[in-house]
């Protein structure tokens, strides 16, 4: 059952690329809501999983948030929450997007936004809100400094397994690859946890989630300390997966150092996009090469890269087995693509590690 009820998710105009990758996660998977439609017109009248990976999900995509609405009221679905989708550079909240949100405002639908751009601050749609009897959820505000943990050394104390899920840029599927990795683990009769440290994971109901880009800087270790020390403690899993965020190396999202100098993983899962040139929505920053981000990675964590998830970004499908294959051993490390391959092979590489079977 969800925690807060059936959701609309607003992808407009961006669905299916970089900056859809909050919706993508929603589709995917949540345990927030029951996602029961996607607004975006460019794939109206298809179902959101075929787009997003040629999976039926059962989410019917449409053209306008009224289209959408009117469609769940007519089947019976109740709606509770407006979920903006968009996860735009910088975080900025686009005009279009606001309009989207003032009138699902209107329709009386709760709003929730993972931006920079303080949907809740907006005295227009504060009001509307309050006239209303709803809410508007700004994921990434900055909590209160008195709930804010300083790094204290506890996470020394977590006995269980650490894997770090880290990537060679953004927007490459680490979380995704995170949930994929717990699902296989669990499978496999392991107790697994997942560590989320973005909106999209919190928005997909993560028990123990942070938000590193809402937190004050002096704050980042700890926080991340505290979340994995908590799952530990109140789980007593035998691995605890962290999702990674940015990348070492990319110029406007550089991620991961924290978690490898806070979260103290004991081994680390790469996710990387073989076709992809350059850092994502950075022309001319070339990405650096497989190997030279995983020697930072051990050079900067002390601990091993033990291997790879490959992102199938701008690769056709009958190609994926030959370029996992070829990654894997470009590194001389096991890889798979998870999203058509699962995380079976991620498993076995981490049995070593597990101190139960």
């Not at 680490?174 to 997942?194: C, H, N, P």
Request: a negative charge; glycine letters at 10%.
């Amino acid at each position: 059952m969800a925690l807060d009820g059936n959701a609309i998710v607003y992808c407009e105009g961006f669905f299916g690329t970089t900056n859809g990758k909050t919706a993508h996660g929603l589709i995917r998977r949540t345990r927030r809501y029951d996602v029961v439609a996607l607004v975006d017109s460019r794939h109206a009248g298809m179902d959101a999983g075929m787009v997003l990976d040629g999976k039926k999900y059962n989410i019917p995509t449409y053209a306008s948030l009224d289209e959408a609405y009117n469609a769940c009221q007519k089947a019976g679905k109740s709606i509770k929450y407006f979920v903006n989708g968009i996860t735009p550079d910088g975080g900025k909240v686009s005009a279009e997007t606001r309009l989207a949100a003032k009138r699902a405002l209107e329709l009386g639908l709760n709003v929730d936004s993972g931006t920079h751009d303080f949907l809740s601050e907006d005295p227009e749609l504060a009001e509307l809100a309050l006239e209303k009897g709803v809410k508007i959820r700004d994921v990434r505000k900055p909590p209160a400094r008195k709930d804010l943990h300083f790094f204290s050394g506890k996470i020394e104390e977590v006995k269980c397994l650490k894997v770090a899920l880290l990537g060679t840029d953004s927007a490459v599927g680490k979380r995704t690859t995170a949930w994929i990795l717990v699902d296989a683990l669990e499978k496999a009769g392991f107790k697994a946890e997942m560590v989320g440290t973005g909106q999209t994971a919190w928005m997909q109901g993560a028990k123990y989630a942070i938000i590193l880009d809402s937190l004050i800087n002096d704050f980042v270790s700890g926080e991340i300390e505290h979340a994995v020390w908590s799952c530990w403690k109140d789980e007593n899993p035998d691995v605890i997966v962290i999702e990674g965020q940015g990348s070492l190396m990319n110029p406007a999202y550089p991620g991961g150092f924290e978690i490898l100098a806070a979260g103290r993983p004991d081994v680390v899962i790469m996710q990387h996009p073989p076709a992809r040139k350059e850092y994502d929505g950075f022309p001319g920053y070339i990405l650096h090469p497989l190997d030279v981000q995983i020697e930072a990675v051990e050079l900067l964590g002390g601990k091993p890269v033990i291997g790879i998830a490959v992102n199938n970004e701008d690769i056709a499908p009958e190609d994926i087995p030959r370029v996992v294959e070829e990654t894997g051993k470009s590194v001389n490390l096991p890889a798979i693509e998870p999203l058509t391959q699962g995380a079976d092979v991620l498993v076995e590489a981490l049995r070593p590690y597990l101190k139960r079977k």
